[in-house]
């Protein structure tokens, strides 16, 4: 085989390797996955979730205009709220969770005492209120610039 037979053989493996990486990313590959669908079941987005199973989503209170982290952890098919926080209390008492909460610098944080283990979560995502997946360092933002409001489900795929 010639010099340029064997570059192009090579090239095309490699195309191949990447192509099967970037699939196994967006699909999660084999490890457990926080996957948002739209009203019609279509994927918007699927973020493989890290070992200790642990993701959030960012947004701004439709209410008081300030900053939340709700903070889930992920396990058995299902996800549980550990955690909510923002540098605004009110936010905390918005929810009307017992719990314990401590203020740590600028934020406000709570932890529930009890939370139900969900299989899926209806969410609204807007322009105003930003909603974000945060995965480890990842950041997919869930809300269209200018566009309507989005339904979407969030749920986890083992």
Known sequence: MSRAGRAALVAAAGLLVAGAALAAVRAGGSRPAVVVTDQEGREVAAVSLPDEGRFAL???HSVYRAEVTETFA???GRFRL???ASPSEAVLDYYELEGRRAASGPLWRLEPAASPRLASLPLVATEVGRRTLVVGDRQVPL???GGAP???VLTIRR
């Open 143 to 145: 809300f269209a610039e």
């Open 74 to 76: 992920a396990g058995d």
């Open 58 to 60: 960012r947004y701004r």
């Open 150 to 152: 989005a339904h979407l």
């Open 82 to 84: 550990v955690a909510i």
